[in-house]
């Protein structure tokens, strides 16, 4: 039942990345010209990326927002804080135009715990700490070098990958496409693992993992990982 409700869920999450969704939030208003903005985003603790371009995420104590690039690119940046997550898109949500190189936009903040990508640009983050939720849909990827979490939620819907390292007490690892989640540096206590597609997994588990996979996806754990295996396909759960 739960490999064919994340199946299903494939169209419809795949679907939201050409949608913009206004739904409120306070715009940071930009400073600066030419080639570069500041923007006066703050109280935030994640970061949700949509569209072509491109996010760095430092850690630090105080919270900075800046972007670099083409000027005209960036008069249609737009920085919005929603529900304590930085937003990072283009106005009326035109960042589906192939016609631009897009930007980068560096961000500094105290503490992540979120991080999304929504369309083909890349988010990178330096650090995430407590329950961490990463999630990707579409063909962006996300990575994130240094986790030390409770829970580690990791989510893709399409063909992006999303890259983990660090140490977590409980992950959880779910894939709906094409996508890898590639957390084979990261270490945790045990997990919950599912794949429906052809999107691998791999990742280190000291203890008890459930493991589902519908399609040719495969799943490799290791650690000293015992595994509980259901699969329905081509794809194989290397447990060792």
């Known amino acids: 039942m739960r490999l064919l409700m994340i199946a299903l ?12 969704e206004k739904d409120g939030g306070t715009a940071a208003a930009p400073s600066g010209q030419g080639a570069s903005r500041t923007y006066a985003a703050s109280g935030f603790t994640g970061v949700d990326l949509r569209g072509s371009d491109d996010v760095d995420v ?4 105080n919270f900075s927002v800046t972007a670099e690039g083409d000027p005209k690119v960036l008069d249609q940046l737009e920085i919005t804080v929603v529900n304590g997550t930085l937003r990072v898109g283009r106005k009326d949500g035109k960042w589906t135009d192939g016609d631009d190189s897009g930007v980068t936009v560096r961000v500094v903040m105290p503490k992540l715990q979120a ?6 640009g890349d988010l990178t983050v330096d650090r995430a700490e407590g329950d961490v939720s990463a999630a990707v ?6 990575s994130i070098a240094d986790l030390r979490g409770g829970a580690a939620n990791l989510s893709i819907a399409g063909s992006g990958d999303l890259s983990v390292k660090g140490v977590a007490t409980k992950l959880s690892a779910s894939i709906a496409g094409s996508g890898d989640i590639e957390a084979d540096g990261l270490t945790a206590s045990s997990a919950d693992v599912a794949v429906a597609g052809s999107g691998n997994v791999t990742s280190i588990v000291k203890g008890a993992a459930s ?8 799943v490799e754990l290791t650690g000293g990982a015992k595994c509980t295996v259901s699969a329905l396909g081509s794809g194989e759960a290397h447990c060792s």
């Open 9 to 20: 869920a494939l169209p419809a999450m795949t679907a939201c990345q050409s949608k913009w």
């Open 58 to 61: 430092k850690t630090g104590a």
């Open 115 to 120: 991080a999304s990508v929504t369309g083909s």
């Open 137 to 142: 849909a579409g063909s962006g990827n996300l």
């Open 211 to 218: 493991v589902s996979i519908l399609g040719s996806g495969d």
